[in-house]
C-alpha cells in the first residue's frame, strides 16, 4: 500500500513562500498536488509525470513549481509570492503508470494533507 506523507506547511504572510515535500513509500510515476479550502471544491494545483511532464492550474502558473527526486521518492512544490487564496489544504497525490491521464484531483493514493495559511 503506498504511502505519502507531506511536510512544510505552515503560515506566511502575502508574498512569502513555502516549500510542502511528499515522502512516497515506493516510486510513483505521477505525483501531484490538489489542494482544498473550507466551503470550496478540490483545485488541482500541479502534476508531475515521470520527472519532466509537469502541469499546472493557472492560478498558480508562474508562482509554483513542481519537481520530484526519484531517487528519494520525493516530491517537491516550492510555491512563491504567495497570495490569501493560496490559504488551503494541501494533499499529495500519486498514481500508477497506466492511469497517469486521470485528473490529479482523482489520484488514487492520497496523503493526509498539510496545511498552508497565508494572511
Known amino acids: 500500500h503506498v504511502q505519502l506523507v507531506e511536510s512544510g506547511g505552515g503560515s506566511v504572510q502575502a508574498g512569502g513562500a513555502l516549500r510542502l515535500s511528499c515522502a512516497s513509500s515506493?516510486?510513483?510515476?505521477?505525483m501531484g498536488w490538489f489542494r482544498q479550502a473550507p466551503g470550496k471544491e478540490r483545485e488541482g494545483v500541479a502534476s508531475i509525470n515521470g520527472h519532466v511532464a509537469t502541469n499546472y492550474a493557472d492560478s498558480v502558473k508562474g508562482r509554483f513549481a513542481i519537481s520530484k527526486d526519484n531517487a528519494k521518492d520525493t516530491l517537491y512544490l516550492q510555491m512563491n509570492s504567495l497570495k490569501p487564496d493560496d490559504t488551503a489544504v494541501y494533499y499529495c497525490?500519486?498514481?500508477?503508470?497506466?492511469?497517469?491521464?486521470?485528473?490529479?484531483?482523482?489520484?488514487?493514493?492520497r496523503g493526509r494533507g498539510t496545511q498552508v495559511t497565508v494572511s
Open positions: 497525490v500519486a498514481e500508477r503508470p497506466t492511469d497517469c491521464y486521470r485528473e490529479v484531483v482523482t489520484f488514487r493514493y
Open positions: 515506493e516510486y510513483m510515476h505521477c
